[in-house]
């Protein structure tokens, strides 16, 4: 199978996406859902460890990383705006590889 090359629509949308700021604070994620540590480690393929050091203060502080603030601010976009994605974009979007295996 060949790549499919990209139009110039998609190049621009690698663009924005490769500058694009998007994050959001493990407190601000746990202060507008109501999640558990274990639900946030899950969100960001971290161990639960992990995000408590998320939320420790002093030398126990662990800091996230970029990727952990974009991985939150990607769900809590998901879960503010899941209702209005088309069904096939979700089926798309949120397909486990159990359900892969099935099709």
Known sequence: MNPRPLSPREQRLIEQYSYCQLGMTPQRFYAKWQVSQEDMAAICSRSVSTVRGWFRKGRSYRR?????LRHLA???F??????QIPADLQQALCTTEQEDDHT
């Open 64 to 68: 996230p990383t970029p990727v952990d």
């Open 74 to 76: 990607l769900m809590d």
């Open 78 to 83: 998901l879960l503010d705006n899941f209702d």
